[in-house]
């Protein structure tokens, strides 16, 4: 048998490496963290990963010595004594794990209480709602609403209220927080908070439907400075375009062939007043599109509007909009590319 485990021990050893290799820093590493929250996470995985450790290697060590002290010695006929229980021993495999476990549980139930209670007064109030496949931001008192791409002001104390009024979602920035459940017309909060300038994914973290894996987000955490003129130019009505081919697209948008406006809301317009599907107010202005997985690009928005449900399967728009439902209604090629032109003007 020893010879056997001799003999593959450089293959496992090998499988055990190839296996490890993955990077702390990749796009949705929790261990490239750039946030107290995540920080905080990180910090009790490793806590309970390494006194996890401490006792693997404890018991491991002691059915070592037991197997080489007690085994049966070469060419013995002698049979072990037999016992039953020992009183010593158990009260001490008893007492000695239950101190240990209380000494962990110290820092974990300190981590989860820090991670657990929202801020008292938190810098901005962000109301998350989540839909099938896409994740809506509404800022408490700062009249914004957008979609998919949520900015914040770095090293500022952020609570999230979530929301879903359709299936159980969970929301997930890998970098700056862990996941929390969205759960049906109940409600549920986190708080976060970047302390990095830059750009972090997220997505849904908990099975929603056909395109669950698609549903998926940027957040953007901002200087001060920026966040302002963010937050200053996303409260600005949309841009009312001249070009002519950007204008075709306007009118397309607001016709009722299209009943665009009927899902989207333009502020300014009268007749964009949807809710159904994400705010395009200033659409042109987010770096990515179709929740996350797609570059804001003319060929992408183009392909999107073409056939939505090729892109991702199961979304409200191919499955309720007039012009995927009603072949009178489809949408012919030059109507594509201007509706596509308005949408990019929207910045």
């Known amino acids: 048998m020893f010879d056997t485990i001799k003999k593959f021990l450089p293959i496992l050893l090998s499988l055990l490496f190839v296996i490890a290799c993955g990077g702390f820093d990749g796009p949705q590493s929790t261990f490239d963290t750039h946030g107290p929250v995540a920080k905080e996470q990180a910090d009790l995985f490793y806590l309970i990963l390494w006194a996890g450790m401490v006792v693997l290697v404890a018991v491991e060590l002691a059915i070592i010595y037991i197997y080489i002290k007690f085994r049966r010695k070469k060419n013995s006929t002698r049979i072990p004594s037999q016992t039953h229980g020992n009183t010593k021993l158990e009260i001490m495999w ?44 509404e800022y408490q008192d700062l009249d914004v609403v957008t979609a998919n791409e949520l900015h914040i002001p770095v090293g500022k104390k952020i609570l999230i209220n979530l929301y879903s009024n359709n299936v159980l979602h969970s929301f997930w920035i890998p970098k700056i927080a862990g ?43 901002d200087t001060d ?63 990515h599109m179709a929740a996350g997985i797609l570059e804001n690009n003319q060929v992408n928005l183009r392909n999107w509007i073409r056939n939505p449900d090729m892109i991702k399967p199961g979304n409200i728009m191919s499955g309720q909009a007039a012009v995927y439902m009603d072949p009178n209604k489809s949408l012919t090629e030059s109507e594509v590319i201007a509706l596509a032109s308005y949408l990019q003007s929207l910045k």
């Open 179 to 221: 996941k929390t459940d969205i759960i049906p017309n109940q409600g549920n909060y986190m708080w976060i908070q970047g302390d990095d300038v830059g750009m972090y994914y997220g997505q849904c973290a908990e099975f929603c439907g056909e395109s669950h894996a698609l549903m998926r987000f940027r957040v953007v955490v």
């Open 225 to 287: 400075e920026d966040f302002r003129a963010w937050i200053s130019h996303q409260k600005s009505e949309a841009f009312v375009p001249n070009d002519p081919l950007e204008k075709s697209g306007y009118d397309i948008f607001m016709s009722s062939k299209a009943g665009c406006g009927g899902c989207h809301m333009i502020n300014g317009s009268k007749k964009a007043k949807g809710k159904i599907g994400p705010n395009l107010t200033h659409f042109g202005s987010r770096q």
């Open 94 to 137: 008893t007492i000695l794990p239950a101190i240990f476990l209380a000494i962990v549980s110290v820092p974990v139930l300190s981590a989860i209480w820090t991670i657990g209670t929202p801020p008292k007064n938190p810098d901005v109030v962000v109301n998350v709602h989540g839909h099938q496949y896409w994740f809506e931001f």
